[in-house]
């Protein structure tokens, strides 16, 4: 037997950094996915077979007749730390230790902040919970890609994981989680290319709200109202074009904020200037900045402004919020 699972990427499309201040955000899984195939292998073991991860920092040099690849290795084994976790957290609650073979193919890039790592492990709990016969449903496969996380990284939210299984868009506020309508937004997400360390830059804002609190705390206030705007926005039946001019405002005020607190770099701040200049209606950091990525809301100007990122020096990917979450998409018996 043989089962295709996939798992789709995040966006935070308001309230990265005053969430960790217990004000809400708001999140959205997005049209980039990550495929893993499980099936019984004879020889007893689980193995792992990465085929087309998208690691950043692929070189390729050349010398004489000879071409070399190096890419990063490092981020390319924590991602199969994700998948092992995964493995045996579906094979301790069936109690089964058979032998499977995992392949992974995905394409969402590899510490850009889009939620790789919690997208590959609810695809493998997908995949193999269906091979050994294990019926869990999507919140509980998000419930198991959290306690990877924990396992892997020690600490997180959840807001990754859960987005990647239920799918859609998610309010979070202190641990909790509620599925919003699904509007269609026509965003553009571009990526640097480089990516920040979330620790570092949660430890930045941490520094700066304990030495001057009378400063941080009503910036980081004021994201949370942005949040709230949003969602009011969200959920009233707005005619579309009202919806659009007043959601991309509250994404260039949120990113004003972030650049407040230290978390945009000049590659972030100059894709989300070139995406404004070329029409979008707002512009933003999406996660924890100091590199990795940023979205754009643009109706009906998508490829202009994903040439406009490119031209400054971004990768742009053009895609849409995902409805559904977890997705299985073939089972060979
Ligand atoms: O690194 P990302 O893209 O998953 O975003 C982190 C979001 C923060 O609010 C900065 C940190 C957090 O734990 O919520």
């Avoid at 201040?21 to 049209?31: C, F, L, N, R, W």
């Avoid at 099936?39 to 071409?67: C, W």
């Avoid at 490092?74 to 058979?98: C, H, P």
């Avoid at 949003?230 to 991309?248: C, H, Q, S, V």
């Amino acid at each position: 037997m043989r089962v295709l699972a996939s798992a789709p990427a995040k966006i935070i499309l308001f309230g990265e950094h005053s969430v960790v201040y217990g004000k809400p955000a708001i999140a959205a899984a997005i049209d980039l996915r990550t495929y893993v195939r499980a099936e019984f292998n004879k020889n007893g073991r689980i193995r792992i077979e990465a085929k087309d991860i998208r690691t950043p920092g692929l070189t390729v040099s050349f010398s004489e007749d000879q071409i070399y690849f190096e890419t990063d290795y490092g981020k390319a084994a924590e991602v199969l730390s994700y998948v092992r976790e995964a493995i045996n957290l579906v094979m301790e609650e069936t109690g089964k230790q058979k032998g499977v073979t995992v392949s992974i193919t995905s394409q969402i890039p590899v510490g850009a902040g889009l939620g790789s790592s919690a997208a590959v492990a609810v695809a493998t709990i997908g995949a193999v919970s269906k091979l050994l016969d294990l019926e869990l449903s999507n919140a509980e496969i998000a419930k198991l890609g959290h306690k990877v996380e924990l396992l892997v990284q020690g600490a997180s939210s959840g807001i990754d994981p859960t987005v990647s299984a239920v799918g859609g868009f998610l309010y979070y506020q202190n641990g909790s989680f509620e599925s919003l309508p699904v509007v269609e937004l026509p965003i553009v997400v571009g990526y640097t290319g480089s990516s920040g360390s979330t620790k570092e830059l949660v430890t930045k804002v941490r520094k700066s709200f304990n030495e001057m609190p009378e400063i941080i705390d009503p910036i980081l206030s004021s994201m949370g109202k942005v949040v709230e705007k949003a969602r009011e926005i969200i959920l009233a039946e707005y005619n579309k074009e009202i919806k659009f001019e007043l959601l991309g405002r509250l994404m260039n005020i949120n990113h004003g904020l972030l650049d407040a607190l230290g978390v945009s770099t000049k590659s972030l701040s100059d894709l989300v200037y070139a995406s404004r200049e070329a029409g979008a209606l707002g512009a933003k950091i999406t996660g924890a900045g100091g590199g990795g990525c940023m979205y754009t809301l643009a109706p009906g100007k998508q490829s202009e402004v994903a040439t406009a990122i490119k031209i400054a020096g971004g990768m742009p990917m053009v895609t849409k919020i995902s409805r559904e979450g977890l997705r299985i998409e073939d089972i060979v018996q």
